[in-house]
């Protein structure tokens, strides 16, 4: 089945720093990738959506100038938390569907990345 | 505004049956999602409705009421490793998932 790898799992970075996740999709091409955010015992908080070879779309209220977001292939994606801030710390999961199998239910998650702002 | 409510906690015990419900108001539907997250890991998928009814997989079953704007999902049999976070979400118009706040369910022995 569809697999989205997703590195690093954990990061501890110090404040002001710059920090990067990145998504690929091992198995198919994810044309969209969204992008995530998850507070202890809250929901999925969705910030972005990217697409391939074009500018991301981000959720009112996400700052695009601190959550930068590449798509430039079909299998890469990635989210730079710049300048962090312990308020960043979070759970940042990244999702894709496998549009080419037209199977609309065919959402798959990364495995999640818990980032800590120290 | 779009609107998902779920129980924000439930308790039961190992081997009964436990039913998790799930109304909604969005902006169009294309179908409602149940994910199973366990604490600090992502969610991962149990089931998809679409149509109204019932449908079984195992323990775990889900179901649908688009007139409603309702579906449960029904866990048999609970086992400790159920122990987890249950979202629903609701793909709206725009083919965009719209998440609930999770229901935590806690099994007991």
């Known amino acids: 089945g569809a697999v989205v790898s997703q590195h690093p799992s954990w990061v501890i970075c110090k404040s002001g720093t710059s920090v990067k996740i990145e998504c690929r999709s091992l198995?198919?091409?994810?044309?969209?990738m969204f992008w995530y955010r998850q507070f202890p015992k809250q929901s999925l908080m969705l910030m972005a959506t990217?697409?391939?070879?074009?500018?991301?779309?981000?959720e009112q209220g996400v700052e695009k100038d601190k959550f930068l977001i590449n798509h430039a292939s079909l299998t890469l994606s990635t989210l730079t938390v710049t300048s962090a801030h312990p308020e960043d710390s979070s759970f940042y999961i990244c999702?894709?569907?496998?549009?080419?199998?037209?199977?609309?239910?065919?959402?798959?998650f990364g495995s999640g990345t818990r980032l800590t702002v120290v | 505004g779009q609107n998902i409510d779920q129980p924000t906690e439930m308790t039961a015990t190992e081997g009964a049956i436990v039913q998790i419900n799930c109304t909604y108001q969005?902006?169009?539907?294309?179908?409602l999602f149940w994910y199973q997250q366990h604490a600090g890991e992502a969610p991962t998928f149990l089931s998809y409705?679409?149509l109204d009814g019932l449908e079984e997989k195992g323990r775990f079953s889900s179901f649908l009421s688009r007139s409603k704007g309702y579906s449960y999902l029904l866990l048999k049999e609970l086992q400790m490793k159920d122990s987890a976070s249950y979202l629903c979400?609701?793909?709206?118009?725009?083919?965009?998932?719209?998440w609930g706040a999770g229901t935590k369910l806690i099994i007991k022995p």
């Open positions: 979400a609701v793909l709206d118009s725009n083919y965009q998932l719209i």
């Open positions: 409705n679409v």
């Open positions: 999702s894709a569907r496998d549009y080419q199998t037209g199977d609309i239910a065919r959402y798959t």
């Open positions: 198995d198919f091409q994810a044309t969209t």
């Open positions: 969005t902006s169009g539907f294309n179908g």
């Open positions: 990217s697409n391939e070879g074009s500018k991301a779309t981000y």
